[in-house]
């Protein structure tokens, strides 16, 4: 009898002893995955950003966006040699030149090395809406003054009117409508200032190619969501929304591999480049982006600034013209992918 007490004893203590250990076990691996998944304003663990949020794992099929703190042309440079990109033939670099009266665009200093290491010609399109840019003659006066045409040649595409691009799934528009000295040119690069917008809720690299590319023509039919080719607005909001990835999957198609896209996330304004007098940005600046997929880019863009301190008013302006509906959208038609995967290049 004597000896079973004993035996049950050493059993009884076992099992405690056990259960402390996995307790202890679990503590340290919940602290583990705790500090794994978050991501601060200093952006240590932004390689976690989406794969720990949403658990991307080896079954699920992401795209690579790449990311550094390092707003400089160094950092650009960078940021653009780990696309691994080769152009081929004429290269297109698109961005915004900025309304005139506004300052938040991309700074051609900031831009100059990259422009010229690939012998690229800034484009643009004329606007829709009025301003200082509805001409082509008032546009490159404007790409003067902004300090454009002092780094590059800057091409005006829809000069001599518009081409057509068959869009491939679209309930809206069954072409997009771009400036026909698109075609001039063998592959893009897509260089966007993310930022909020009025009309879209944020601005970035799907809105780049999408309102970006098409002629003035062209924005007029996808503002109306393929209703008609002047005057300005007249579809819903979802609708407009969504004839933004229509055209935008249009011209992704249309370059296929030629094609590459870079965000820079500085001067976070709520409103537009294309906006005289925007909002003076009430965050801070986090860094640059890329990759080969437009709509995985954006919706890295609009996660950083959910997980920003500051990012309040940018979001609020996001949620309040249901923006992420153009990526949610442009997922579904094929123009790229909502899950992705940060890699981090300032750790290398």
Known sequence: ????????????????????????????NNQTASSNTHVNTNINNIENLNQGNQEVADSVD????????????????????SLQFEPQGNVAVKLSTGEAGGNYYLSPDLIKELVQSV???????????G?????????????????????????????????????????????DMVGSHYQNFDSVIVLS??????MAGLGG?????????????????????????????????????ESMA????????????????????????????????????DMHDIGILASTDPVALDKACVDLVYEAEDGESLVQRMESRNGV???????EIGLGNLNYEIVNIDAR
């Open 1 to 28: 009898m004597k000896k079973v007490m004993i035996i049950l004893a050493i059993i009884a203590i076992i099992i405690i002893a056990n259960i402390i250990i996995v307790n202890v076990v679990n503590r340290s």
């Open 62 to 81: 992401y795209s690579t966006v790449y990311f550094t703190s390092d707003i400089s042309s160094r950092g650009l440079m960078n940021i653009y040699n």
């Open 119 to 129: 012998n690229g010609t800034i484009v643009e399109c004329n606007t829709a809406y």
């Open 131 to 175: 301003g200082s840019r509805s001409s082509t003659a008032a546009h490159k006066r404007v790409a003067e003054e902004h300090g454009f045409t002092r780094i590059a040649n800057v091409d005006i595409l829809d000069e001599e009117g518009s081409v057509n691009l068959d869009v491939p799934n679209g309930k809206h528009l069954e072409y």
């Open 193 to 198: 200032h993310f930022k909020g917008h009025a």
């Open 205 to 241: 690299a799907v809105k780049n190619i999408s309102i970006g590319f098409a002629s003035s023509n062209g924005k007029s039919l996808i503002h109306s969501a393929g209703t008609r080719t002047s005057g300005f607005g007249g579809a819903s909001q979802d609708d407009f929304l």
């Open 246 to 281: 229509e055209a935008a999957s249009a011209v992704a198609a249309d370059k296929g591999d030629n094609i590459v896209y870079i965000s820079v996330m500085n001067n976070l304004s709520v409103d537009c480049d294309c906006d005289s007098n925007p909002a003076e940005p």
């Open 325 to 331: 509906h153009t990526l949610e959208y442009g997922a």
